[in-house]
């Protein structure tokens, strides 16, 4: 297995704002959250540990207090998460009331079935004069099919992990929560820390989500407001065999670490996930039996350390209990040497709170990039001493059998994806706008050495909001506030379908013969037209313009940064640095220059360093093997295109042209021709 190099290596500046607190007690994300607590609709997106839960509870008590809102109920996927919302005592950090949940109203912590005695109690809770409740997104569901949509008019209904809800019918809280936005009587606060809302499906209907104001707060500018932790590396590693024979290859006992052991119906797994527990212990060292008192699995090292690792894939369900609790114990959240290793399997993701994990080992693909950045959330936390945390991700390397190849092959490629996803997820957020002789400098960003130049194109930065601002010859501005809402807030969103597509990644990492802009222009235009069907073209034209220059522009930076530095650490402006470096050294940066660079070439370079040189030939081979030239919806968008190029050069494209790209819509325009001409002979 090759290991020790991370295909995403980020390093922050440590400022410590993330911490910082406002007079009110207010963290830099409570704040801006708080700063739009008048709105009906709000919906709150921000990493895990940026404090969400508190955020919720200054703007419920503000709703409750200030705007006449009767009745506020939090909504959670799982009765753990429960514990985020219990008893807050604000005041003491200067806020002006406290947060109050009365025992019997926290139906996490009740018993019974969520749809029995916990919907009779929310029940009672609707017609008490008591302000807070929390339940399960179950409980919340059943309660709305018993009571009806109207029986919750005037409350606060707020949603935490908000990406669980969907707009497809047969999701159930999506259609209640359609049905309350249809009504108009409540008001609702969406929260998630992860950035593709229910992965390739809408959580909510374009009208529904458009009526709702959105808090930004990004993992750039939580991480880098962290007071310790400094640096953040994830990879994706390859094994041959039993994955728990190469584990230590990965795995540093001297690190605290969550191990996500994989799925037992997945390629990865032996079928015996207790075997493979016990495997991963006997190479860990020598058991030493169980802490009688949280039920941690006892190991000895040949250094004499005995590591605690805390087993929560025991089929015993007492003993798995008692583990889980022992986790729990807030009398030992600071306790740095409570447990060394969990060993999980379908646990310890979404809402787990360990500060001190600095590794997140997971073995096997994860299908859901939302579950990859909930576990990266586990690692991502701030802790006195933790400076460097990181996200590994176990693949079994394609062998011989053709059905397996092709499995693993799928899986590679959507490891791939995760990674280029989350570069774009911890860099800084790009906002792009037309370079035109009248733009003039926007105050709080560093125009780097020399300051603005209105003959050039600029890169600014700000530090303080983690955005960067650049100016592109020839881009198109979105033109509706839906657009320009888009190019905002969504570009990952855009970006996560792309880098999902499979023939996509399959053409950009391993076509010799790819011209970029079928990438960039024909597959991301058309997942634009779909995903937004209701703007215009010049708009979706924007929108497809924007996401590329998002995406290529990460690649470029990230580029430019390790080129001097082959896979060392690079400082902390390493990043904004190789931008920069990327726009000065382009003659003219310009929307054109962009569509002609593979987003997917970057990911190539790494892979070829992770991969042995058998297993790249045979994945090589298979996706060869399955090529398709063009489609005729290709080939009508490269027609398209062509349309285009005749109106600004006032001839079609030529096929004998040694230009690549205008070859290539000569090809669409001919295939569409033959079609035709087939169609007419019948």
């Known amino acids: 297995m090759s290991v020790g190099i991370p295909t995403v290596s980020v390093t922050y500046a440590r400022s410590g704002n993330s911490a910082k607190a406002n007079e009110l007690g207010m963290r830099p994300m409570q704040e801006l959250a708080y700063e739009k607590r008048g709105e009906q609709y709000l919906l709150i997106k921000s990493p895990p540990a940026s404090g969400k839960s508190r955020a919720l509870m200054f703007i419920a008590l503000d709703k409750l207090h200030h705007q006449g809102v009767r009745q506020a109920i939090i909504v959670v996927p799982e009765r753990s998460i429960g514990a985020s919302f219990q008893d807050e005592p604000l005041s003491q950090y200067g806020f002006w009331a406290d947060w ?50 109207a029986a919750f008019d005037n409350r606060l209904i707020a949603v935490d992990e908000f990406h669980h809800v969907s707009a497809n019918p047969d999701n159930k809280l999506g259609a209640h929560l359609g049905a309350l936005i249809a009504r108009d009587r409540v008001h609702i606060v969406a929260m998630t820390g992860s950035y593709f809302r229910g992965d390739a499906e809408a959580v909510l209907m374009p009208e529904d989500e458009g009526k709702f104001d959105t808090v930004v707060y990004t993992y750039y500018q939580q991480l880098n407001g962290y007071e310790y932790l400094k640096q953040l590396d994830i990879g994706y590693f390859f094994y041959s065999g039993a994955y728990a024979d190469d584990i230590l290859k990965v795995l540093d006992p001297a690190e605290k670490t969550i191990i996500h052991i994989p799925n037992v119906n997945s390629r990865e797994s032996t079928k015996d996930k207790i075997r493979e527990v016990e495997h991963i212990i006997e190479a860990l060292g020598e058991w030493q039996g169980s802490d009688p008192a949280t039920g941690f699995q006892l190991v000895k090292r040949p250094d004499g350390r005995v590591l605690r690792i805390a087993d929560l894939v025991d089929d015993d369900i007492t003993k798995r209990d008692r583990v889980a609790a022992a986790l729990k114990d807030a009398s030992q959240k600071n306790n740095r040497d409570h447990v060394d290793i969990i060993i999980a399997l379908g646990m310890a993701k979404e809402g787990f709170d360990w500060i001190w994990c600095e590794h997140a080992l997971t073995v096997g693909y994860r299908a859901s990039l939302t579950e990859i950045v909930q576990i990266i959330g586990r690692a991502t936390r701030d802790a006195p001493g933790k400076t460097r945390a990181r996200f590994s991700n176990l693949i079994a390397a394609p062998d011989a059998s053709d059905a397996a190849v092709i499995e693993a092959v799928n899986d590679t490629l959507k490891a791939i994806a995760a990674s280029l996803l989350m570069e774009q997820v911890l860099a800084p957020r790009f906002e792009f706008k037309p370079k035109n002789p009248n733009n003039e400098p926007t105050p709080g960003f560093d125009y780097g050495e020399g300051g603005y130049d209105p003959a050039k194109c600029n890169v600014g930065f700000s530090e303080a909001t983690g955005k960067f601002e650049i100016e592109i010859n020839g881009l198109a501005a979105p033109k509706s506030p839906e657009a320009t809402r888009i190019c905002r807030q969504d570009l990952n969103e855009v970006i996560a379908t792309f880098v999902q597509d499979k023939r996509t990644v399959e053409r950009g990492l391993f076509d010799e013969e790819l011209v970029p802009e079928e990438l960039t222009q024909v597959r991301m235009g058309k997942i634009i037209k779909d995903r937004y069907p209701e703007l215009d073209e010049g708009d979706q034209e924007a929108v497809r313009q924007h996401a590329i220059a998002a995406l290529n522009l990460t690649q470029a930076g990230k580029k430019k940064a390790t080129d001097e530095e082959e896979g060392k650490a690079s400082p902390n402006t390493a990043f904004v640095d190789g931008v920069r470096r990327f726009v000065m050294d382009v003659k003219e940066l310009d929307i054109d220059l962009i569509d002609r660079i593979n987003p997917f070439g970057e990911a190539y370079a790494i892979l070829a360093k992770t991969m042995d040189e058998e297993s790249l030939k045979q994945v090589a081979a298979t996706i060869a093997g399955k090529r398709v030239n063009l489609t005729p919806e290709e080939a009508r968008t490269l027609a398209h295109r062509a349309r285009k190029f005749m109106q600004e050069r006032g001839r079609l494209p030529s096929i004998t042209s040694s230009d690549a790209w205008e070859k290539r819509m000569a090809e669409g325009v001919a295939f569409l021709a033959r079609m035709k001409a087939e169609a007419a002979r019948g």
Request: neutral net charge.
């Open 100 to 149: 109050v949940v009365a025992p019997k109203w926290n139906l996490c912590n009740a018993p019974g079935g969520d749809n029995g005695g916990k919907v009779n109690a929310l029940g009672a809770f609707l017609e008490s004069d008591d302000k807070v409740l929390v339940c399960t997104h179950a409980t919340f569901r059943f309660a709305v099919d018993r009571f009806g949509i």
